[in-house]
T-cell receptor, first 114, second 111 residues
Framework: DTGVSQDPRHKITKRGQNVTFRCDPISEHNRLYWYRQTLGQGPEFLTYFQNEAQLEKSRLLSDRFSAERPKGSFSTLEIQRTEQGDSAMYLC????????????FGPGTRLTVT | QQPVQSPQAVILREGEDAVINCSSSKALYSVHWYRQKHGEAPVFLMILLKGGEQKGHDKISASFNEKKQQSSLYLTASQLSYSGTYFCGTDSGAGSYQLTFGKGTKLSVIP
């Protein structure tokens, strides 16, 4: 068990560019969650998948944000036309399915939009 | 609705005890506690479920008052490694499993 991994760990981009982040969950976990965390705040839920199905996406911050998990394994989060307000830590977590179960977080991708 | 944590910050000497509280305005299905050190990912500590089931660390305990929609995390005989920001995440059920986190409680343990 290698834990949740995320790539890249840091991303600096210019305003208006598109960025994509990858998350690899713990191998036997079929639920995958994306959160955003800004300085001094707790993680903010964005979306989650059970296997390849995206079961909640109404909390994505705008239509510039989208996420996929095409084969039920890794997931990607894309932000189009980035804005300075998108600068934050993007965290991925995974869990087993079957009720309220502990979510294990990855190290995050820190996005800086200049 | 974001749960409210108290206190916002606390400083302890090694060996002292602390209690961190988490209060929600919504009915809760589960409460999840995490500790986050600066620049690192949140680390799972404890989950408390409606109905009384608990899962988590041996050295950390917690309570969950379903009627009051409150949870408390108890840290006893604190160690330097307990320093960090503690977050509670609440789940209001209905099969969503999405956690809403409080703003955190910063705990500093000094020698």
């Amino acid at each position: 068990d290698t834990g949740v991994s995320q790539d890249p760990r840091h991303k600096i981009t210019k305003r208006g560019q598109n960025v994509t982040f990858r998350c690899d969950p713990i191998s036997e976990h079929n639920r995958l969650y994306w959160y955003r965390q800004t300085l001094g705040q707790g993680p903010e839920f964005l979306t989650y998948f059970q296997n390849e199905a995206q079961l909640e996406k109404s909390r994505l911050l705008s239509d510039r944000f989208s996420a996929e998990r095409p084969k039920g394994s890794f997931s990607t989060l894309e932000i189009q036309r980035t804005e300075q307000g998108d600068s934050a830590m993007y965290l991925c977590a995974s869990s087993l399915a079957g009720g309220a179960l502990e979510q294990y977080f990855g190290p995050g991708t820190r996005l800086t939009v200049t | 609705q974001q749960p409210v944590q108290s206190p916002q910050a606390v400083i302890l000497r090694e060996g002292e005890d602390a209690v961190i509280n988490c209060s929600s305005s919504k009915a809760l299905y589960s409460v999840h506690w995490y500790r986050q050190k600066h620049g690192e990912a949140p680390v799972f500590l404890m989950i408390l479920l409606k109905g009384g089931e608990q899962k988590g660390h041996d050295k950390i305990s917690a309570s969950f008052n379903e009627k009051k929609q409150q949870s408390s995390l108890y840290l006893t005989a604190s160690q330097l490694s307990y320093s960090g920001t503690y977050f509670c995440g609440t789940d209001s059920g209905a099969g969503s499993y999405q956690l809403t986190f409080g703003k955190g409680t910063k705990l500093s343990v000094i020698p």
